[in-house]
T-cell receptor, first 116, second 109 residues
Framework: EAGVTQFPSHSVIEKGQTVTLRCDPISGHDNLYWYRRVMGKEIKFLLHFVKESKQDESGMPNNRFLAERTGGTYSTLKVQPAELEDSGVYFC??????????????FGPGTRLTVL | DAKTTQPNSMESNEEEPVHLPCNHSTISGTDYIHWYRQLPSQGPEYVIHGLTSNVNNRMASLAIAEDRKSSTLILHRATLRDAAVYYCILFIGNEKLTFGTGTRLTIIP
């Protein structure tokens, strides 16, 4: 079974440009999460989709970040315009939607974003 | 979010058992105790979870205190590939994971 995949693995852009990160979750996983780690800090939650709906976007830093999950499959995270402080590693994770509520999350390898 | 406390770092010799402690004195009755680890240059990886009873899987064991205010992740025979940052996380499920600083485990050959 394929795991969570993310594209691109690395992205280097200049301040003010736009970047779109993509995440393909494990097939059948209704939960999809975005996290990020900026340099020297802890991994922080950004937002959570259940199917195509945003369940929790409390971690989105500002309105320069836009996440979508059309059709409830893959997700994109767009940063427009990018700022220097957006540099970091962006992780996507997915999990089954479980009534028991202790389901594990499967993480992708991350996208390393560098804003110059 | 319920908080956990872990040592910043630990060292262990290769092929010896490793006991990684976690304190979670404010745990609620519905919180599961999850452990994840992050190997260098990879995304976090699920290790094990439990609620009240001790748990075993192919990767590790989880020992949970009777009052549930602490737990210990046990790697029975550490290898160099177990060098990683280990995170103890209280988790209800279908929600976000809240990562702390974790414990950086170094394995000495």
């Amino acid at each position: 079974e394929a795991g969570v995949t993310q594209f691109p693995s690395h992205s280097v852009i200049e301040k003010g440009q736009t970047v779109t990160l993509r995440c393909d979750p494990i097939s059948g996983h209704d939960n999809l999460y975005w996290y990020r780690r900026v340099m020297g800090k802890e991994i922080k939650f950004l937002l959570h989709f259940v199917k195509e709906s945003k369940q929790d976007e409390s971690g989105m830093p500002n309105n320069r970040f836009l996440a979508e999950r059309t059709g409830g499959t893959y997700s994109t995270l767009k940063v427009q315009p990018a700022e220097l402080e957006d540099s970091g590693v962006y992780f996507c994770a997915s999990s089954w939607l479980s009534a028991l509520g202790h389901n594990e999350q499967f993480f992708g390898p991350g996208t390393r974003l560098t804003v110059l | 979010d319920a908080k956990t406390t872990q040592p910043n770092s630990m060292e262990s010799n290769e092929e010896e058992p490793v006991h990684l402690p976690c304190n979670h004195s404010t745990i609620s009755g519905t919180d599961y105790i999850h452990w994840y680890r992050q190997l260098p240059s990879q995304g976090p990886e699920y290790v094990i979870h439990g609620l009240t009873s001790n748990v075993n899987n192919r990767m590790a064991s989880l020992a949970i205190a009777e009052d549930r205010k602490s737990s210990t992740l046990i790697l029975h025979r550490a290898t160099l590939r177990d060098a990683a940052v280990y995170y103890c996380i209280l988790f209800i499920g279908n929600e976000k994971l809240t990562f702390g600083t974790g414990t950086r485990l170094t394995i000495i050959p």
